[in-house]
């Protein structure tokens, strides 16, 4: 496969601050309406294929501040399956770093919130897991072909 090179507008300084407040309001509707609106992705390869979205509370390896982010997810048996992307920049999602640093951490899809306990993958898992994601989600190949680091996969397991 050949992928065009990560486009440099999505390193622009404001793409955080953007993502941010949309993210603050994804989180606020999806709660409202129990994930009815804001429960599937449907931008890049969601456009065609919406896949599903949960919410990931989590706790701040510094702060130990309470944080809220919406992912894509797909279940393996009794665990939800998300991955650290970040739209393939170079460096961890902030959440992943917390999740690494405090494993403990809620997930709500739709109107259910229920406590898990975060594993990495490890090399077998991923391997196993990775061409499943890509099937739910195209874009994570991308994602992968535009990063040297190896995007993590992680098992959200019920505690």
Do not use: C
């Not at 050949?2 to 407040?21: A, E, G, H, Y």
């Not at 456009?47 to 706790?59: S, Y």
């Not at 999602?93 to 229920?114: M, S």
Request: charged fraction near 25%; avoid cysteine; proline fraction near 9%.
């Amino acid at each position: 496969m050949n992928t065009p090179p990560r486009p440099k507008q999505l390193d622009s300084p404001l793409l955080p601050k953007i993502f941010k407040v949309v993210g603050k309001a994804h989180v606020w509707v999806y709660r409202r309406t129990g994930g009815r609106i804001g429960g599937k992705w449907r931008i890049g390869a969601g456009f065609r294929k919406p896949v599903p979205t949960m919410l990931l509370e989590h706790r701040g390896r510094k702060s130990g501040k309470v944080f809220v982010t919406p992912l894509l997810y797909m279940r393996d048996g009794e665990d939800v399956v998300i991955v650290a992307s970040q739209g393939g920049r170079p460096e961890h999602p902030q959440w992943y770093r917390n999740l690494v640093a405090n494993p403990e951490a809620f997930v709500e899809i739709g109107a259910e919130r229920r406590p898990v306990r975060a594993v990495v993958a490890d090399a077998e898992q991923r391997a196993r897991l990775w061409p499943e994601l890509v099937e739910v989600y195209a874009d994570f190949d991308t994602y992968q072909s535009w990063t040297e680091r190896e995007i993590p996969v992680i098992l959200l397991q019920p505690r």
